[in-house]
C-alpha cells in the first residue's frame, strides 16, 4: 500500500469496531479516520466495511486486511524489541518477566542491576501470562514447569524450584502442627483455584487429601501466600520466599515429587546482545545466593 496510515486505521477499525475506539487509540480525530477508511476503499474498489448504527462490521475483504495488517503490526513490534536490545550500552529499558511467586527474589536482584547501571530503566511484568519475546514483549523471562519450547528461543536451566508446606504461626496456635501424612485430613489447606493445574505439588495435594479439606482457594499464587500467611490453612511456597517470612512455619519438609526447574530464556536476536548477557550473567551470580 503506498499509504500506510489508511492501512493502520482501518485495521484498528476492524480490531476495535468503532470509528471512536480506533480514533482514540491512533490519536486523531474520528473525521481522520473516516476519510482514511474513504480513502483507502476507493483505492481498492472494495467495501471493508458494513456501516451501521453500534458501529463498523468487517466484509470478507475486510477481514483479508485484518489479517494482513495483524502480521505487518507484529513484525513492526518484533523490530522494535530488536533495537532496544541493540547497542553496547547497559541503558534504556530491560523488561523482564516472571511468576508473581519469584518477585522477593527478582525485585531486589533486579534493583541491585539498575543501580549498577543507572541510565537503565527496568520494566519487571509479573503474571501467568507467557509474554512473546519473539514479538519483543520481553528481554528475559523466566519460566516454571516443562523446558520451553517455542522457536527462535534460548532455553537455559536457571535455579531449582523447591517447595514445602507451611503455615502461619497463627494457624499452628489454633490447630496445631501437622503430624504427618495421615495427619492431612485433620487439617485445613490453601490451594490454587484451578483444578487443572499441572503443577506436581498441586496435583499431589489434591490426590492426597479430600477436597474438603481445601478451603481456601486462590487464581493467583500471591493470594494464596497472603492467606496461607493470614492463617486460612497450610500451603505450598518456595523456600526461597518463605526464609523471607519468618512468621511462616514448615509443616512438612521439601520432596522431590513438588520440586520443578525454573528456566532462563531469552530470543535469539537479543540473546547476545550486551544488555541481555550483563543481566544474564548477574542473575546467574546473583542466584547462588538464593535458599536452596
Same mark, same amino acid.
Given at each position: ?112 542491576? %539498575? ?25 528475559? !523471562? ?18 531449582? %524450584? ?6 502461619? /504461626? ?14 492431612? @485430613? ?20 489434591? !490426590?492426597?487429601?479430600?477436597? /474438603? ?7 493467583? !499464587? ?24 519468618? +512468621?511462616? @512455619? ?5 520432596? +522431590? ?34 535458599? %536452596?
Amino acid at each position: 500500500m503506498e499509504n500506510w496510515d489508511e492501512v493502520r486505521t482501518a485495521y484498528q477499525v476492524v480490531r476495535l469496531g468503532t470509528v471512536s475506539g480506533a480514533a482514540e487509540v491512533l490519536g486523531v480525530h474520528h473525521a481522520t479516520v473516516i476519510r482514511h477508511i474513504d480513502a483507502i476503499e476507493a483505492r481498492l474498489g472494495v467495501k471493508l466495511f458494513q456501516r451501521h448504527a453500534r458501529g463498523y462490521t468487517p466484509t470478507e475483504a475486510g477481514l483479508d486486511l485484518l489479517r494482513v495488517a495483524q502480521a505487518t503490526d507484529d513484525q513492526f513490534s518484533q523490530l522494535v524489541g530488536r533495537l532496544k536490545g541493540q547497542g553496547d550500552e547497559v541503558s534504556g529499558e530491560l523488561v523482564v518477566t516472571s511468576l508473581s511467586s519469584m518477585a522477593p527474589m527478582l525485585a531486589p536482584a533486579l534493583t541491585e542491576f %539498575q543501580q549498577m547501571h543507572p541510565d537503565l530503566v527496568i520494566r519487571y511484568l509479573t503474571g501467568d501470562r507467557l509474554f512473546r519475546l519473539e514479538y519483543g514483549e520481553a528481554h528475559v !523471562a523466566l519460566r516454571a514447569g516443562a523446558a520451553p519450547e517455542q522457536p527462535d528461543n534460548v532455553v537455559q536451566p536457571f535455579v531449582g %524450584q523447591r517447595l514445602a508446606l507451611y503455615a502461619s /504461626e497463627d494457624y499452628v496456635a489454633r490447630h496445631g502442627m501437622l503430624k504427618g501424612q495421615d495427619d492431612m @485430613v485433620n487439617h485445613r489447606f490453601v490451594a490454587s483455584d484451578n483444578e487443572n493445574t499441572r503443577a506436581p505439588f498441586e496435583r499431589w495435594l489434591r !490426590a492426597t487429601i479430600p477436597a /474438603e479439606n481445601i478451603v481456601f482457594r486462590c487464581s493467583d !499464587a500471591v493470594a494464596g501466600h497472603k492467606a496461607i500467611r493470614a492463617g486460612a490453612g497450610i500451603g505450598f511456597i518456595s523456600l526461597w520466599e518463605a526464609a523471607s517470612c519468618p +512468621d511462616l @512455619v514448615m509443616m512438612m519438609d521439601p520432596r +522431590d515429587e513438588w520440586s520443578g526447574k525454573i528456566w532462563l530464556v531469552t530470543h535469539v536476536d537479543l540473546h547476545r546482545t550486551n544488555k541481555v548477557q550483563s543481566f544474564v550473567r548477574f542473575l546467574k551470580e546473583h542466584a547462588k545466593t538464593w535458599p %536452596q
